[in-house]
């Protein structure tokens, strides 16, 4: 990490530099909000998309509304899809007082985590145009499917939607590229 801080310090400008101090901070920080929060998965949320405003003020040297947005679609995204995971480990995190989203919606859980999707959806969509909506799309059909793997919140249905995300990425990317391409 202090490498990677002093290639912040000596190669970008200094919003990068003062967001980076954020982004260190809440990786400092997650590891132990198991311990004291149940909403680990929020701030776990926060640290990926820190990375977010960081490359958007690297390149651009500030932040737009659209940088809120995708750091917002990003943050809610990842609570979704670590609930599911934290479904999985449910039971056994009772057991040894481990705290989590999974825990703290109970058997709002799906609701929830159905709400999360459609926002990011949402977010996406405010934020996109063309055929990004393409992808949209398909990352809102890929969570639909979501919902009916974890619909009977089994461990091995939790776990296939929540590894089940990345192809729901690849939609909005393939989105993104089809209309940069088009």
Same mark, same amino acid.
């Given at each position: ?73 990003? !943050? =809610? ?7 599911? +995971?934290?479904? /999985?480990?449910?039971?056994?995190? %009772?057991? *040894? ?25 949402? !977010? =996406? ?7 990004? +909506?393409?992808? /949209?799309?398909?990352?809102?059909? %890929?969570? *639909? ?38």
């Amino acid at each position: 990490m202090p490498v990677s801080f002093l290639m912040v310090v000596f190669f970008t400008n200094t919003l990068t530099l003062y967001l980076s101090f954020g982004g260190a901070l809440l990786a400092f920080i997650y590891p132990f909000m198991k311990r004291y929060t149940h909403l680990p998965q929020l701030f776990l949320g926060a640290a990926f998309s820190w990375a977010i405003p960081m490359a958007w003020a690297a390149e651009a040297g500030e932040l737009s509304q659209l940088t809120w947005l995708l750091f917002t679609a990003n !943050v =809610l995204w990842t609570v979704a899809y670590d609930t599911l +995971y934290a479904m /999985v480990d449910r039971d056994d995190d %009772l057991k *040894v007082g481990i705290k989590s989203t999974a825990i703290l919606f109970g058997d709002a859980d799906r609701v929830i985590i159905g709400i999360l999707q459609a926002l990011v959806v949402v !977010v =996406l969509v405010i934020a996109g145009n063309s055929f990004y +909506y393409l992808g /949209v799309v398909g990352m809102a059909t %890929l969570f *639909v499917y979501h919902q009916y793997l974890a619909r009977e919140r089994a461990r091995a249905g939790c776990f296939k939607a929540f590894l089940n995300n990345n192809w729901a990425g690849f939609a909005v990317v393939v989105g993104l590229a089809l209309d940069l391409a088009l």
